[in-house]
């Protein structure tokens, strides 16, 4: 993907109209653009067009059906993961990237869920999960706790290897803590359903 960021911006915007179609996902994301989109994610000085790629990321991961072992999805989530650390301080990027990070773990551990020797094709670096028990502390913006419960919540509802990361000593009293003292109700039930299928495993 080159090109002056106006351009890359006009394909950006169609790749999002297409993302939303199964077939069309799913043949996109196992495909050489994923790792163009990747490249572009990392290395693009304009924050518009790293929007946008976030967007269409986001979107494949949610809509593909199926995810081939040699897709690199490892990189993909370790730069969302970088751009979250590196941007901690500012909550309007967390909540651009947050909702991509999730339904790129959701599809990885829904996609390891149906193979026979689960934990052996895509691995999620540690800060990954690091930086999501960042986002669910005490203190943190409603909105952010409310889409990292979210993240667990659904990685959790998967019987895989990934959702193991979530198995800590400190995310029980954090979910906990959300559901005891949040004021938002869709905060608290997210909180508390997170929390139960994190009993589940």
């Known amino acids: 993907m080159t090109g002056a960021p106006r351009t890359k911006l006009n394909l950006l915007c169609y790749l999002c109209s297409v ?3 199964k077939e069309a996902a799913t043949r ?4 050489q653009l994923f790792l163009s989109l990747t490249h572009v994610l990392r290395t693009a000085p304009n924050w518009d067009v790293r929007a946008k790629v976030i967007r269409v990321i986001g979107l494949l ?3 593909a059906v199926e995810l081939n072992e040699d897709v690199p999805v490892t990189e993909a989530v370790a730069v969302l993961t970088e751009l979250i650390r590196d941007n901690f301080r ?6 651009c990237l947050l909702p991509s990070l999730g339904e790129l773990l959701y599809l990885i551990s829904s996609q390891e869920e149906k193979k026979e020797h689960p934990g052996e094709c895509w691995a999620v670096p540690a800060a990954a999960y690091t930086v999501l028990m960042r986002c669910l502390r005490e203190g943190e913006e409603p ?3 409310h889409m990292a419960a979210k993240i667990v919540e659904n990685v959790c509802t998967t019987v895989s290897y990934h959702s193991q990361g979530f198995l800590t ?5 954090m979910l906990w803590y959300l559901f005891t003292h949040s004021t938002v109700d869709s905060l608290r039930v997210t909180a508390i359903s997170a929390l139960c299928r994190i009993t589940r495993h």
């Open 19 to 21: 993302s939303g179609h």
């Open 28 to 31: 996109l994301i196992n495909s």
């Open 61 to 63: 991961s949610s809509h």
């Open 90 to 95: 500012n909550s309007k990027l967390k909540q």
């Open 143 to 145: 909105t952010v706790n």
């Open 169 to 173: 000593a400190e995310i029980g009293p």
